[in-house]
């Protein structure tokens, strides 16, 4: 659909956006959602951690490699392919 101006529209329909858009928001509020957002803070918080230690898996995280052991020779592509600043 092509898109249609915010000027143009009535207000309930502006106000039927606006509760969709917040509807589809991740509300923090909610523990069920805030769950996984917090899981996803913690495992980046450690993952930094693991960088700044300069451990081997921090080495491996910042090289953009397999950190669990695995060959690089055939495989992991899709794990090199960024690079290593992404």
């Known amino acids: 659909h092509g ?5 143009r529209m009535r207000e309930s329909q502006r106000s039927y956006i606006r509760r969709a858009l917040a509807a589809a928001c991740v509300n923090y509020d909610d523990p069920a959602q805030a769950a996984g ?4 803070k913690e495992v980046s918080l450690n993952i930094k951690r693991l ?3 300069r451990c081997y898996r921090g080495i491996r995280h910042e090289l953009r490699l397999p950190s669990r052991g ?3 020779k055939g495989n ?3 794990r ?4 290593p600043l992404n």
């Open 3 to 7: 898109a249609y101006p915010l000027n």
């Open 37 to 40: 957002a917090a899981l996803q």
């Open 51 to 53: 960088k700044e230690i």
């Open 70 to 72: 695995q060959r690089t």
């Open 76 to 78: 992991a592509r899709t």
């Open 80 to 83: 090199r392919r960024m690079g």
